[in-house]
């Protein structure tokens, strides 16, 4: 292939992905995340805090701070914005195109893992352009682009390979391409957090071979600032400062050598994905490329051994649908979605059941952890709620329903937090009257995320944007950060009537927006 062709293949995996209304959508977040954890000192918070000392923010302080959250979301959101094209190949027609071509195999995966990589290296870039913005307007000192550009290639970098190369993997090999990938993916991100030390303060300043494996960098680049600033606990993401002790100037000097060898190998180890993809490619083979095909017989398997199981947990599923039949007009029609909601994912509705009624018979300390899970396995079954009519081809056949497309769209929203109320309801039952306002901030953030749902999955045309965001924000509302925007279900205590108020408010609104626009008639 001549290299005129190849650059104008990868140029177009990078456009395939940019162009996609997702993108812009999780780089808004990034940015608006990012923003958010750069607290105002007068509150006497700080994004970065040493022995009750707050770092300046200048460049070196807002360039380590912001790529640090930045890794974490994007480590998460980057896999899920970057795969997806063997879907959309076989969804438009240019599976059998591409399956005739003469490219070889590392050929086509290497275009796109090149496409994939640089599509999330720019969407880094964009967010490193933005905190330029931040600096000039709350920042202190002069604006220095060297270390912004040494976190985004040194920093950042390594986790967008993973990502790219993962995704790759996962859009190579058929039984990933589906939400299997999507959950394997989650579990792995999480692994990561194993690797940050448990407390800097217990001897673990310095930095080890074992960290090349922290792909993400979470872990090394802690370490390396609390060997350059010679302490053991470094608060990043948002602590309490004394106003009265002088503001601490990061000094340079983290880029050493050590650190940099770390990187540069992560960077090696990021692309090992890449291998197994190679040799695991269907090529669109018919008989490859089906994600159920590779693993028929042990679903089959595993459908024979859980359905006598099932079987009583599925007619009782069905009570809402007969019940919908019986009942008229709206009313009806909202109870046949909730009804569709749980018949479609039988696993995800045992699971949610089993989490709400553990929540009213266990003790009142494990009630919020239970509800997060609980509340984890909700997300998960109503990220494609919008996007389900599109992608199985009955848009048409749902418009044409009673109601038309511009009540299915609200109505899919109320099935969404009808579900979530009352899987919630057990916990907040239990825990309204010593937490009132934790309670309302569970209710507003139901509301929000299911109006989220909903207008996401409109826009995208697809689950993971909605997905890969309330992933990250439930990770968000389990850490104790301080900041209430961030408590998004009230699970830690930290929302507050400022926070709750306005989730609530962003939920009417886009409620109102579902109201006010029917759903796109496009395939």
Not at 94 to 103: E, G, H, S
Not at 171 to 191: E, I, S
Not at 276 to 300: C, D, I, K, M, N
Request: some cysteine; aromatic content about 8%; hydrophobic content about 55%.
């Amino acid at each position: 292939m001549s290299t005129g062709l190849y650059q104008a293949l990868v140029l177009n995996e990078w456009r395939l992905r940019s162009r996609r209304a997702s993108s812009l959508v999780i780089l808004l977040a990034v940015v608006a995340i990012s923003w958010l954890m750069v607290l105002d000192p007068q509150t006497g918070k700080a994004m970065m805090v040493v022995n009750r000392q707050r770092l300046a923010y200048d460049s070196q302080a807002l360039a380590f701070g912001t790529s640090l959250i930045a890794a974490l979301l994007f480590g998460l959101a980057g896999f899920y914005l970057a795969r997806g094209r063997s879907q959309q190949d076989l969804r438009h027609g240019t599976a059998a195109v591409l399956a005739a071509t003469p490219v070889a195999n590392a050929q086509l995966l290497g275009a796109r893992w090149l496409g994939a990589f640089g599509f999330l290296l720019s969407l880094g870039a964009a967010l490193m352009l933005t905190i330029w913005v931040l600096q000039l307007v709350r920042g202190e000192g002069a604006l220095q682009p060297l270390p912004y550009l040494q976190m985004l290639l040194l920093g950042l970098a390594p986790g967008l390979m993973l990502c790219a190369s993962l995704a790759v993997l996962a859009d190579a090999w058929a039984p990933l391409m589906g939400r299997r990938g999507d959950l394997l993916y989650w579990a792995l991100w999480l692994l990561q957090f194993a690797f940050i030390p448990a407390s800097l303060g217990e001897g673990a300043i310095r930095l080890s071979g074992w960290q090349v494996f922290d792909i993400g960098g979470v872990s090394p680049l802690l370490v390396g600032l609390s060997t350059l600033l010679d302490v053991r606990h470094v608060n990043v993401g948002g602590g309490s400062f004394d106003a009265a002790l002088p503001v601490l100037q990061m000094p340079a000097g983290l880029w050493s050598r050590e650190l940099v060898a770390l990187r540069l190998g992560s960077m090696m180890l990021a692309l090992l994905p890449l291998l197994p993809a190679v040799l695991l490619f269907h090529r669109y083979a018919p008989e490859r490329v089906q994600p159920r095909s590779a693993t028929g017989r042990w679903r089959r398997a595993l459908h024979g051994l859980l359905q006598p199981l099932l079987r009583p947990f599925s007619r009782a599923l069905g009570l809402p649908m007969s019940a919908a039949s019986r009942l008229p007009g709206v009313p009806g029609r909202w109870l046949a979605d909730l009804g569709l909601l749980l018949l479609s994912q039988p696993l995800l509705a045992l699971a949610m059941e089993a989490g709400a009624l553990a929540c009213a018979v266990a003790p009142l300390h494990l009630v919020p952890g239970l509800l997060a899970a609980t509340l984890c396995a909700w997300g998960l079954a109503i990220a494609d709620i919008s996007s389900r009519d599109l992608q199985s081809g009955t848009l048409g056949l749902a418009s044409a329903l009673p109601g038309g497309a511009r009540e299915r769209g609200w109505r899919q929203a109320l099935a969404a937090l009808g579900l979530g109320l009352l899987l919630a309801a057990p916990a907040l039952l239990r825990g309204a009257a010593a937490a009132p306002l934790a309670a309302l901030a569970c209710v507003a953030g139901l509301l929000f995320l299911s109006v989220a749902a909903t207008l996401l999955g409109r826009l995208t045309q697809g689950p993971r944007t909605f997905l890969a965001l309330f992933l990250f924000a439930l990770y968000l509302d389990l850490q104790r950060t301080g900041v209430p925007a961030l408590d998004l279900l009230g699970l830690v205590g930290d929302a507050s009537a400022a926070s709750v108020a306005g989730y609530a408010l962003a939920g009417a609104l886009g409620f109102a927006a579902l109201l006010a626009r029917p759903w796109p008639r496009r395939g």
